[in-house]
T-cell receptor, first 114, second 108 residues
Framework: DTEVTQTPKHLVMGMTNKKSLKCEQH?????MYWYKQKAKKPPELMFV???????INESVPSRFSPECPNSSLLNLHLHALQPEDSALYLC?????????????FGSGTQLSVL | AQRVTQPEKLLSVFKGAPVELKCNYS??????LFWYVQYSRQRLQLLLR??SRESIKGFTADLNKGETSFHLKKPFAQEEDSAMYYC??????????FGPGTRLSVLP
């Protein structure tokens, strides 16, 4: 299995809702990432987990809460989002946090906040 | 700070013409540079990385530390090369930073 799987593919939520995005990989990768991508813009790094520990938080608002339950799973919990948070949320993984590594991306969750 | 710039938002070439997508970076350490590609309705995927010095789908890229550049080149463009291309830099830790992207359009 050489894929990163993200669910759901599409999500519409209100500003008072609580929802979660899920990401899964079974390649034995030990680094996992959340990126946010607005239309016609590059992916922007949000969080990095390395060996199941949060290693990078790019000053993301607390309404986004990441979680890494185990080495194969990565969640992004959403609460009280704003309409400007509407974007494509990409999950990625890489082999580990040292040495040269390439990112494997999921197909993303298209999030719309109403 | 690490930063990647791609000066062209859109690049249009005719089929069979050479193509060069420009990428410049700023980083105080030894960078690892990558090119990622996103074809229509497909996920973002790695095209090539400087450390491998490989040619993928006819594309090559050379890291020029003096000019802090990592331009992507192909001698003869094909229509199937039309896509969004992102230059990326891996800096400290696992911090991958992407450039703004260049949309390549190969015309028949």
């Amino acid at each position: 299995d050489t894929e990163v799987t993200q669910t759901p593919k599409h999500l519409v939520m209100g500003m008072t809702n609580k929802k979660s995005l899920k990401c899964e990989q079974h390649m034995g990768h030990r680094a996992m990432y959340w990126y946010k991508q607005k239309a016609k813009k590059p992916p922007e790094l949000m969080f990095v987990y390395s060996y199941e520990k949060l290693s990078i938080n790019e000053s993301v608002p607390s309404r986004f809460s990441p979680e890494c339950p185990n080495s194969s799973l990565l969640n992004l919990h959403l609460h009280a989002l704003q309409p400007e948070d509407s974007a494509l949320y990409l999950c990625a993984s890489s082999q580990d946090g040292t040495g040269t590594a390439k990112l494997f991306f999921g197909s993303g969750t298209q999030l719309s906040v109403l | 700070a690490q930063r990647v710039t791609q000066p062209e938002k859109l690049l249009s070439v005719f089929k069979g013409a050479p193509v060069e997508l420009k990428c410049n970076y700023s980083y105080s350490g030894s960078p690892e540079l990558f090119w990622y590609v996103q074809y229509s309705r497909q996920r973002l995927q790695l095209l090539l990385r400087h450390i491998s010095r490989e040619s993928i789908k006819g594309f090559t890229a050379d890291l020029n530390k003096g000019e802090t550049s990592f331009h992507l080149k192909k001698p003869f463009a094909q229509e199937e090369d039309s896509a969004m291309y992102y230059c990326a830099l891996k800096g400290y830790g696992q911090n991958f930073v992407f450039g703004p992207g260049t949309r390549l359009s190969v015309l028949p």
